[in-house]
Nanobody, 116 residues
């Protein structure tokens, strides 16, 4: 199993980034995919998730700013982030959970830094 995030980097406040996570080693199309982040000195925060039926959820902190999507043909989940704020600075993780299981697969994380 492998999940590889990309797309992180340095962005100015108000800017946008799109994170990608390419998965392999499990049945992506029959898995819930989520994004979580850990900011310095803070606990893990679940941001958004998209299920195999394409239903989704968002944390209130990112609703209307972040959009999660998936492309089953590419085994890839995306997180489009807009109106980024300094408080969005964190390591962002992709997480996969095959349907019917409680086993979470984690990516290595990608750093997002919002700073002027």
């Amino acid at each position: 199993v492998q999940l590889v995030e990309s797309g992180g980097g340095l962005v100015q406040p108000g800017g946008s980034l799109r994170l990608s996570c390419e998965a392999s080693g499990f049945t992506f199309s029959q898995s819930a995919m989520s994004w979580a982040r850990r900011a310095p000195g803070k606990s893990l925060e679940w941001l958004a998730g998209i299920y195999s039926d394409y239903s989704f959820f968002y944390a209130s902190s990112v609703k209307r700013r972040f959009t999660i999507s998936r492309d089953n043909a590419k085994n890839t989940v995306y997180l489009q982030m807009t109106s980024l704020q300094v408080d969005d600075t964190a390591v962002y993780y992709c997480v996969g959970r095959p349907d019917g299981t409680e086993e979470d697969y984690w990516g290595q994380g990608t750093q997002v830094t919002v700073s002027s």
